[in-house]
């Protein structure tokens, strides 16, 4: 249904029960965010209890919140306190709920034209209020013509917030600090990396930020802010579909104020100063910043075909990708461990690459995601094609040599364009045909990555063009 112009809503009385309490602002609040897109809220706040029953309303929580992992306990005198119901109320004020919650009742509308209406709401659908006034007539008013709508109070059931309510038993009267614990939808955090490559290529910069945001509908001021890197399990409720969702790390005293320890399986990283979080809003923090970390570059030629199961006939003459050129991928190498002069964990996220220019400006030559990379461990990262590396595989010969065995030739060219630089290209080769085989001849040394994927490295001489061939034999059961 349209929104009219404007809604105006004259709150004419504001009746509350005896027994609630005016619920007061936090005195604290904490919050752990984790990888998937959840937040663990705690929220402090002293509450005026009377003896006996109370109501007790707490209306500013994230409109995200899943209300079954709600948990509320004294931090004065835990014993004193029963909670005998809770509720999370979400029927929030909005055009459509008001004209819902008013039918046959007395609303006075104004339309574009400044002619006013009042009667009794018949009907609220379709674009469109049906009104019946005192004589009896009916008048029906399309909604997008409508200036303002005004109703004489706001309706007990509906609330401008989303609330959790109480009912609590208190044992005595007066002030008691509560803390409230729950889970909430809509905010995440992901780390960006900055790296700045040397000229030489030998030593990149690094700094990293902390990229959290909020969509949780609610601001946070002079928060505790935690942040959990790992894949934890969690089964999806329902229930928190409020709204619509959104999206380890070793500091080793590099960072910008961010303390770190093991959370079971998971490494947990707290910010060690107050952190306000507005709603709607990304923000970014600082967590690593080291320089002159060792890394490297390395190129690759991968033009063999990728396949995750082995095809039928498996004798299949034409065979897969057999005739290829491509050029060339670069790729930039770092190790996380100490003794590359960076010594910290890395969480999953999105890393860019620069290398300076003469006139020291630093440009964009790459950028990719990583994985959780834990301390010690090799980071490699795709950075694109090379200009002047160019690499051709081409199928040299196929022959039967029997009902169970067949052989096939492949031949690798690779050429280097660069004026002064020798290079070495890695070659992956998957050997996709059948799990029996055997490389019965070679024309350089190489490495058996796995059980289907052999690996030659060639060193290619400016101006030059290297040459890598060999001969596989695949040997199939005899039943098939």
Known sequence: MPLPRKILVGLLVLGCLASVNAQAPSDAIAITVYNQGTALIRDQRALTLDEGVNSIDFRDVAATIDPTSVRMVSLSDAADI???EQSYSYDLVNSSSLMARYLDETINITTADGTSYSGELLSGRGNEAILRNESGEII????????????????????????????????????????LTYLAGGMNWTADYNLLLSQDESRVDLSGWVTLNNRTG???????????????????????????????FDMAG???GVDQR???????????????????????????????????????????????????????????????????????????????GLGADLPAGRIRVYQQDVDGAGLLIGENAINHTPEGEDVQILL???????????????????????????????????????????????????????IIDSSAPFTKIDASTIEFRAEVEPGMEAIVSYTVQYTFPSER
């Open 82 to 84: 029963v909670v005998l």
């Open 140 to 179: 029906v008013i399309r909604l997008s013509d409508v200036r303002d709508i005004r109703f004489p109070a706001l309706p007990d059931a509906l609330i401008t917030r989303p609330s959790l309510q109480w009912l609590l038993h208190s044992s005595a009267a007066g002030e008691q600090q509560v803390e």
């Open 218 to 248: 609610r601001a946070f001021a002079d928060a505790q802010l935690k942040l959990v890197a790992g894949e934890i399990h969690r089964i999806e409720s329902q229930v928190m579909m409020v709204e619509a969702r959104e999206e380890a």
């Open 254 to 256: 590099k960072g910008g």
């Open 262 to 340: 093991a959370l079971f399986e998971y490494q947990l990283y707290e910010i060690d100063r107050a952190v306000t979080i507005n709603n709607n809003e990304t923000k970014q923090i600082e967590f690593v910043n080291s320089s002159g970390i060792a890394a490297g570059n390395f190129y690759i030629f991968d033009k063999s075909p990728q396949f995750g199961a082995y095809y039928s006939p498996i004798d299949y003459s034409e065979g897969f990708g057999v005739d290829t050129s491509s050029d060339v991928q670069t790729y930039l190498e770092f190790n996380t461990g100490e003794t590359s």
């Open 384 to 438: 694109g094609s090379t200009f002047d590396l160019v690499g051709e595989r081409t199928r040299s010969r196929f022959a039967t040599i029997s009902r169970d065995v067949v052989q096939e030739s492949f031949e690798i060219r690779l050429r280097n364009r660069k004026d002064d630089a020798t290079v070495e290209i890695r070659v992956p080769e998957r050997l996709y045909r059948w799990s029996d085989w055997e």
